[in-house]
């Protein structure tokens, strides 16, 4: 279930179709997801989830698979 | 001496991730283009953060022609419209235009047009980036060099400043930062990362840059991803303009600075103006905060009695704008003077105070967005009534019919590039207008807002 709100709200922060949020979506490699983006993303993660994302996790969260791992550090089951 | 021409020595002038320059290898790497001509031509460059696009930009002055700075990531189209309506004779980027062929890192025209440019003529720059129109402002090499040196002087840019590139080279801030650090033969740090990235600070600290610079979303972002608690020892001064930072971020910057004794400059300015005309000294920007500080040095600022408007004075004041090819052929038109369409008043230091707008624009992402025009575009392409306002937070787009919603959403994301946290369609059940028929803004923007 979890999965699937952090698949919504990629694809709604980065303004593209769900189906193109797979494992490896990458920051930085489509235009779509740019600074901009990432930063919408952020606060989105923060408000759905309930967590004050530290410096590295921002930096750190650079794909789909990734975002779910560091989510996972904020006990949010996948 | 002016900025462009490089005096060769053994000292880093760029540094990239991958690389480190002398200057003596990056005049190298400016002779590599050849724009060898006659007569005054024009380049365009399709610029991204990179050594090549410097090194183009700079061989492209020293040989005296006009240069075209674009971002590479416009849109094809409005790409094409401008190459159509300007008809560069060099372009340098990756994007392959009709009517060129490749001359080793250079495009050049086929069929050379002989439109002739006017010796003062140095830079075509775009108010509104990748947003933008076909209007450029032009600056003349006086007027670059003259903020080049204004801006080493009052942020006091030594030969031991290493400055993170951190905004594009086609927008005026960022190539302030590359013309300014030139001129105190200081080092460049070349980068299209964003502070979001992790890359961005792994080169921060290894390279130990000493400046950053950012508009107010940068300052947004560095302040989400907890800046204020990095240990960066080596930055010593943050530099802000491209719009105004809200008061609360302001205060919480400066106060950072002071405890860290590092120095926060917030600054005012327009493309128009090369850019920078008015900064805070950083030692004041606590008390000052809320303000665009004082002019710079050789510039003056005043106000119109009548209008209320800021009138600034320098020799760094464009030469007028262009919106066709013919327009490069033009002189000077405006006499140092420009007419900055901000309102303003200022205090008992003669420190100023932006109080308002007299034309329609907001600034996004420290880009300048045109209400009228994105009205008149989004109402080509919708075949709808369409009525703009907004702050400079946000675009907002009212309609009267709920069913083109979806069809201006695509229209702002495609022409615009606009993240949808940035604009917001909304659907009134009429649009607001006076007896005269003309559309009211005032009430539309209480209205959206």
């Known amino acids: ?78 | 001496m002016s900025f462009h021409n490089i005096v060769v020595s053994e000292k880093i002038a760029v540094i990239t991730e991958e690389k480190q320059y002398t200057y003596k290898e990056l005049n190298e790497m400016v002779q590599q283009f050849k724009f060898s001509s006659d007569d005054k031509k024009l380049v365009l460059l399709l610029c991204k953060n990179k050594i090549e696009m410097l090194s183009a930009y700079l061989s492209a002055l020293n040989n005296h022609h006009a240069v075209m700075l674009i971002s590479a990531d416009t849109n094809a189209e409005l790409l094409i419209s401008i190459v159509n309506e300007y008809k560069p004779y060099w372009i340098v980027g990756t994007y392959s235009f009709d009517g060129y062929r490749q001359v080793g890192l250079i495009q050049e025209r086929v069929s050379s047009s002989n439109t002739p440019i006017h010796k003062d003529l140095a830079i075509l720059l775009s108010t509104s980036g990748t947003t933008g129109s076909q209007k450029f402002v032009r600056l003349s090499y006086e007027n670059i060099q003259s903020n080049a040196e204004a801006i080493v002087e009052y942020l006091n840019i030594d030969e031991n400043e290493r400055a993170i590139m951190n905004l594009p080279m086609s927008y005026s801030y960022g190539l302030s930062i590359i013309n300014s650090h030139l001129q105190a033969k200081a080092s460049i740090l070349l980068t299209d990362e964003s502070v979001m990235s992790k890359i961005f600070w792994q080169f921060v600290q290894e390279q130990q840059a000493t400046s950053i610079a950012g508009v107010p979303f940068t300052y947004q972002m560095l302040q989400r991803i907890g800046f204020l608690k990095m240990d960066l020892p080596h930055l010593k001064t943050l530099t802000q303009a491209g719009g105004r930072l809200n008061e609360k971020l302001v205060k919480i910057f400066a106060q950072y600075a002071k405890e860290q004794n590092k120095r926060f400059f917030v600054m005012y300015g327009q493309t128009e103006a090369s850019p920078r005309m008015s900064y805070i000294p950083s030692e004041r920007v606590v008390e000052k905060a809320g303000s665009i500080g004082i002019a710079i040095p050789g510039g003056d600022l005043s106000i119109d009695a009548e209008t209320g408007e800021l009138i600034y004075k320098g020799s760094n004041v464009m030469m007028g704008y262009a919106s066709c090819l013919a327009d490069l052929e033009k002189g000077d038109e405006m006499n140092g003077i420009l007419h900055t369409g901000d309102t303003a008043t200022s205090d008992q230091d003669d420190y100023f105070i932006i109080t308002g707008r007299m034309k329609r624009f907001i600034k996004l992402f420290g880009l300048r967005i045109n209400l009228d025009e994105v009205e008149k575009k989004l109402e080509s392409e919708v075949h709808t009534l369409i009525a703009c306002t907004g702050n400079d937070d946000k675009l907002m787009i009212a309609i009267d019919k709920e069913q083109y919603i979806t069809k201006v959403q695509d229209v702002v994301e495609q022409y615009y590039k606009l993240h949808r946290t940035a604009y917001k369609v909304i659907v009134l059940d009429a649009i607001p207008r006076f007896a005269s028929g003309k559309i009211d803004y005032v009430t539309l923007k209480e209205r959206c807002i």
């Open chain 1, 1 to 78: 279930m979890n999965e699937q709100k952090l698949r919504t709200i990629f694809a709604e922060s980065l303004g593209i179709e769900e189906s193109r949020v797979t494992e490896d979506l990458t920051y930085n490699s489509i235009p779509e997801w740019d600074s901009i983006a990432h930063m919408a993303l952020i606060s989105e993660i923060d408000d759905q989830f309930d967590t004050m994302l530290d410096t590295e996790d921002v930096l750190e969260m650079s794909t789909f698979a990734k975002a779910k791992e560091i989510l996972a550090k904020y006990d949010v089951q996948f």
